[in-house]
C-alpha cells in the first residue's frame, strides 16, 4: 500500500473533494472543507482515514500536505464569492520548524486572501511538543490564517487544550452529533460545549449533521455552523463550483447531495 501512495501521489490519483459548511441562521454556504479522496483504480476512492495514517508514518505526509494546501487554494479562488475553505493538517506537519513560512508562501503564491483560509488541527497536535508547536501556531495565525479545533470532544481533546490556544473556531465532533437525540447526555455536552466555545470567544461548528432534527436542536441551541451528509456530501471541485452558483441552495438539498462522487 505504501509503494500504490507513493505512485498515487506522483501520478496524481488523489483528489480533493469539497464539503459545504453552512451557516445556521441562514442556511448559506459559507465554504467548503477540502477532503482528501485517493481514486483507486481497482478498489474506487479509498477514505483519507485509511492512508492518511500511512502518510504520516512514512513522511509522505510532508509533501502531500503542501500538493493538498496549494490545490485548495487555488480551488477556492475560482469559487470565490468570498467563500471560506478550511484545510485539514496533521499533527506530523508540525514536526516541521518551516511550515508557518511554508504556509505563508503557499498563500502569497496563490493569491488568495488569508482571511478566507481556515486551517483544522485537532487536540493531537497540542500533546506533542507543546511550547513549539503553540509557537507555530501563533506564527500561522499571524498569517491572517484562521485555525480551528477539529472533532472537539473526541481523542485527546481537552479544556486545557482550549484554554491554551485561541482557536477561532471549535467544531463538535460528530460522535456527539450523531447521538444527540437518542442520548439525552450528548445535548447536554453538545450545549456545554456550545456555551464554551462562545464564552471564549469562539465561532461553534457542529460536524456530521445528518438529520433535520439534529440541525433544528443546534439551531435552537444557537450553534454557528453546521457540516454534514443532511446538507451537502464531499463533492469533486466542479460540483462546488456549481453549488456556488445556485442563487438559493436551500431547496435543492436533495439533488446536490445525490451528486456525491464518493
Ligand atoms: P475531519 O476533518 O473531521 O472531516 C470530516 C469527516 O466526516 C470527513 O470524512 C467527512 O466525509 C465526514 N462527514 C461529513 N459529514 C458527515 C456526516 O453527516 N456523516 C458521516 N458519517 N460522516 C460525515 P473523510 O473525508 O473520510 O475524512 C476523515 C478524516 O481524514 C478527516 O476528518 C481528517 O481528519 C482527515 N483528512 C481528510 N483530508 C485530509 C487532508 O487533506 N489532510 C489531512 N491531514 N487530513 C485529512
Ligand atoms: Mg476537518
Ligand atoms: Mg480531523
Ligand atoms: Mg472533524
Given at each position: ?113 488569508a482571511d478566507r483560509l481556515e486551517l483544522e488541527v ?141
Amino acid at each position: 500500500m505504501e509503494q500504490d501512495l507513493r505512485t498515487a501521489i506522483k501520478t496524481r490519483a488523489l483528489a480533493l473533494h469539497y464539503q459545504p459548511l453552512f451557516t445556521i441562521q441562514d442556511q448559506k454556504i459559507l465554504g467548503f472543507e477540502a477532503l482528501l479522496r485517493w481514486r483507486h483504480a481497482e478498489r474506487g476512492y479509498i477514505s483519507p482515514t485509511e492512508f492518511i495514517p500511512l502518510a504520516e508514518e512514512t513522511g509522505m505526509i510532508f509533501g502531500l500536505g503542501e500538493w493538498v494546501l496549494e490545490q485548495a487554494c487555488a480551488d477556492a479562488l475560482a469559487w470565490g464569492g468570498g467563500r471560506k475553505i478550511a484545510v485539514n493538517l496533521s499533527s506530523i506537519q508540525f514536526r516541521d520548524p518551516n511550515l508557518p513560512a511554508t504556509i505563508g508562501a503557499i498563500i502569497k503564491r496563490s493569491g488568495l486572501p488569508a482571511d478566507r483560509l481556515e486551517l483544522e488541527v485537532n487536540a493531537g497536535v497540542l500533546i506533542e511538543d507543546t511550547d513549539a508547536v503553540m509557537g507555530m501556531l501563533v506564527e500561522i495565525r499571524a498569517l491572517g490564517v484562521r485555525i480551528s479545533m477539529d472533532d472537539f470532544g473526541t481523542g485527546f481533546s481537552s479544556l486545557s487544550s482550549l484554554k491554551r490556544f485561541p482557536f477561532d473556531k471549535i467544531k463538535i465532533g460528530r460522535a456527539f452529533v450523531s447521538q444527540l437525540l437518542a442520548d439525552n447526555e450528548d445535548g447536554v455536552t453538545v450545549k456545554a460545549i456550545l456555551a464554551l466555545g462562545h464564552s471564549m470567544g469562539m465561532v461553534a461548528s457542529a460536524e456530521g449533521v445528518e438529520s433535520a432534527e439534529q440541525f433544528d436542536y443546534l439551531h435552537l441551541e444557537g450553534c454557528d455552523e453546521a457540516q454534514g451528509f443532511l446538507l451537502g456530501r464531499p463533492m469533486p471541485f466542479e460540483y462546488a463550483l456549481a453549488l456556488c452558483n445556485v442563487p438559493d441552495v436551500t431547496g435543492s438539498e436533495q439533488q446536490i447531495s445525490t451528486l456525491d462522487g464518493h
